[in-house]
């Protein structure tokens, strides 16, 4: 099924190998929307590493350090988990990485390769990959249990704007909360 998204909810994610197309969703957290088009229209992705990659389980970047410590001057923004009856993990979603702390969100990101119902109601979801899986699967995977990678892939550029789409990550109910 193709739809039409809204040029102001529609992410493009340029890699080496291409362009992904992210649909953003307010609805589910609207802080996090604003953050990631906030650093996205300044150029804070740009060049920044997918500095770890874990294969069966998720790409994740955002982080200018590389380290996996690093973050925006903005300050953390508060939790805004999605119970699991209305938004899942799985395949294509994108989520937001943080510390131990529920409200530690700053700019890093995860892109899922697979589905983790364990993250399910634990960590914010933003997102979902309409277009480009095939370009995400091809990241280069990290060493070790911690999926560090060495010689990261990197985000050429990421950027709001207009994109067709294709069908959803399964997962997440594109279907708008009545009570949100």
């Not at 307010?26 to 150029?43: D, S, Y």
């Not at 990659?53 to 973050?71: E, S």
């Not at 995860?110 to 983790?116: C, K, L």
Request: with cysteine.
């Amino acid at each position: 099924m193709s739809a039409s998204l809204a040029p102001e909810n529609t992410l493009l994610l340029e890699l080496d190998s291409g362009v992904v197309t992210i649909e953003l969703l307010p609805e589910l957290a609207p802080q996090h929307v604003e953050r990631i088009k906030a650093l996205a229209t300044a150029g804070f992705y740009d060049g920044t590493p997918f500095h770890r990659v874990i294969d069966g389980f998720m790409a994740q970047g955002g982080d200018p350090t590389g380290t996996g410590t690093g973050g925006s001057e903005h300050p953390d923004l508060p939790a805004e988990f999605s119970p699991p009856a209305k938004a899942k993990f799985a395949r294509g979603v994108c989520g937001m990485a943080r510390t131990n702390n529920p409200n530690s969100a700053n700019s890093q990101f995860f892109i899922m390769f697979a589905p983790a119902p364990s993250l399910d109601g634990q960590y914010t979801i933003w997102g979902r990959v309409v277009d480009g899986m095939d370009l995400v699967d091809k990241i280069k995977r990290g060493q070790g249990p911690n999926g560090i990678a060495r010689e990261p892939d990197r985000v050429k550029s990421m950027r709001v704007g207009t994109a067709a789409a294709a069908s959803p990550a399964e997962g997440v109910d594109s279907t708008p909360a009545a009570d949100a």
